[in-house]
């Protein structure tokens, strides 16, 4: 019994001492509040706007992947070297050639532009042409009205966003380009933020309304026969049979479009560049106020040295006390950066592109590197803090 006792008093000390030091470690955060306050300040904007840039962007690929994946699509024909797919432009013969190839079940194609319009500036109206029984309007529910019918040129149908931001119902005329009106027969909720911020209409009425664009196409979507859809050897190679009609042809599936979009790419990289720039002064906020915080405490740690302390645990300490910091910099950064994404999708101009809700893989993200501002932020102050000799920082003024 006696033994036992013994052998759980370490363990029991060792807890008291980690909770003591934890306690010391807060108490010198505490004791500088204003220096703290904007240590966490400088943190939380770099963290913030890391998952808010970061999340925007990850929200906008997976809506643009939500189109294709709503509308079950496996492949994507569009024109060969066009990365851009407003710019791209194939004729509409292609569809039955394509529909002649084996394992091809269906093949949707479209239309798709984007128009000025004053109160969507500077996105504009982006415009969807489908045939009126177009299998692809399918995935759509009707909040109100009705398809458009074939070979209605003036019938449109809008996204519930475009229908809110725009104050439209069914009934009313939406105009463009100053003076061409269609009227809005349908009001339709889809799967992402993107379709439902679209108007859609007849293909040949988009064909003409665009000028020089009749019998082309943007591009076509390709739906495989289920024998096919359950095997990737099986897709792969009926794509490549379609590539083969014609070198104009660029086939992909949704995954390996929307890496390779432009549109995406740029978004992405706009949102590290950003973000690496608030890094960048994050860490050197954390730095600096760690170096500060070492200096002003040159003598304290020169006592601690002197009664006992090894250069390991000031090192312990130094990093433990970053850490804190960039830890809360990180969950207040977070939580604006969430609160700032769902104003964001609130206002019309920004719905079109931002989602609210923020991938947790990216708050996951936003964390990590909260962290790692903490860790480097403290490396050097705490190398320097252990190199201090008892002597030398006892007699510091």
Do not use: C
């Amino acid at each position: 019994m006696t033994k036992g006792i013994q052998a759980d008093a370490p363990s029991f000390g060792s807890v008291i001492n980690i909770m003591r030091f934890s306690t010391f470690i807060v108490k010198n955060i505490v004791r500088r509040r204003m220096r703290s306050f904007l240590t966490v300040v400088g943190v939380a904007v770099a963290v913030g706007a890391v998952v808010a840039l970061v999340g925007i962007s990850f929200g906008f690929e997976r809506s643009f992947l939500a189109i294709y994946q709503n509308q079950k699509v496996d492949l994507i024909i569009e024109q060969t070297g066009q990365k851009q797919k407003l710019a791209s432009s194939l004729p509409l013969e292609f569809a039955e050639k394509i529909k002649a190839v084996p394992g091809v079940a269906d093949v949707y194609p479209g239309l798709v532009d984007q128009i000025a319009h004053e109160e969507l500036e500077p996105l504009g109206l982006i415009v969807q042409g489908w045939d009126a029984d177009s299998p692809l309007l399918n995935q759509f529910e009707f909040i109100a009205g009705r398809r458009y019918k074939a070979g209605a040129a003036d019938e449109v149908i809008v996204g519930k966003k475009l229908a809110a931001t725009l104050d439209k119902k069914v009934g009313d005329a939406i105009t463009v380009l100053d003076d061409k009106k269609f009227s809005i027969v349908g009001i339709v909720e889809a799967g992402s933020s993107l379709e439902n911020s679209m108007m859609y209409m007849n293909l040949d009425a988009l064909q003409k309304f665009m000028g020089g664009r009749e019998k082309m196409v943007s591009g076509f979507g390709v739906r495989l026969k289920d024998e096919i859809r359950s095997s990737e050897e099986a897709i792969d190679r009926v794509a490549k049979q379609i590539a083969a009609l014609d070198k104009i042809l660029d086939v992909k599936t949704a995954s390996e479009l929307v890496k390779t979009t432009t549109e995406i790419q740029f978004v992405r990289a706009m949102a590290w560049v950003t973000s690496a720039i608030a890094l960048v002064i994050g860490t050197i906020s954390m730095l600096n106020t760690m170096i500060m915080s070492v200096f002003e405490r040159t003598k304290e740690i020169g006592v601690l040295r002197a009664i006992g302390w090894g250069r390991f645990r000031v090192v312990k300490m130094i990093i433990m006390e970053s850490m804190l910091l960039s830890i809360i910099g990180g969950a207040v950064g977070t939580i604006g950066a969430i609160a700032l994404t769902k104003l964001l999708s609130r206002i019309p101009i920004a719905s079109t592109v931002v989602e609210g809700n923020l991938a947790p893989i990216v708050i996951l993200e936003g964390f990590a590197i909260a962290l790692g501002v903490g860790f480097l932020g403290a490396l050097y102050p705490a190398y320097r803090g252990a190199q201090l000799l008892p002597t030398e920082a006892l007699r510091h003024e």
